[in-house]
């Protein structure tokens, strides 16, 4: 009687829920981007979430650097989109963010664009909680900022 006991209690405390996220935050491997120019301003036609916002911002303030005598850069967020789907037994969120790279040497007269476009993605299947899935959406944002990092360095 005593190890049905001891059994029936372990099977409640192992379907017991815990309210922390069983998905570790993804941290982003940003590298510098170094820019000949004097300024630089950042720009976002969209209403990102709060999250992206905050990373676009991290990463234009820690790792875009500027070491020139003249010039201006212009970082455009031109549109987002995120889209969430339902899988087999599971959810999908889509994410895209478009951009304009605009740098204006006046005393050459030169203006150069880039424009691109990056994307990410993450799934979540089984039983999961509103929380774990707000984690996915996060780490595809940090995916996001990751690959539009290295997509910028490498068209300049």
Not at 39 to 57: R, T
Not at 78 to 95: F, L, N, P
Not at 96 to 124: A, C, D, R
């Amino acid at each position: 009687m005593k190890k049905l006991f001891i059994l029936i209690f372990a099977f409640i405390f192992a379907s017991c829920s815990a309210n922390e996220s069983l998905i570790d935050p993804i941290n982003p491997d940003l590298k510098i981007i170094t820019f000949d120019v004097v300024q630089k301003n950042l720009i976002s036609k969209e209403d990102l979430p709060v999250n992206l916002q905050k990373l676009i911002n991290q990463w234009f303030d820690n790792k875009v650097k500027i070491n020139g005598f003249d010039g201006l850069m212009t970082f455009e967020i031109t549109d987002y989109i995120e889209e969430i789907s339902i899988i087999d037994e599971g959810k999908r969120v889509d994410t895209s963010l478009s951009f304009t790279l605009i740098l204006t040497k006046p005393t050459l007269s030169k203006t150069k664009y880039i424009e691109g476009t990056v994307t990410s993605f993450g799934t979540l299947s089984g039983e999961f909680s509103l929380n774990d899935f707000e984690s996915v959406i996060q780490n595809t944002q940090s995916n996001l900022i990751e690959r539009l990092s290295s997509d910028l360095k490498s068209k300049i």
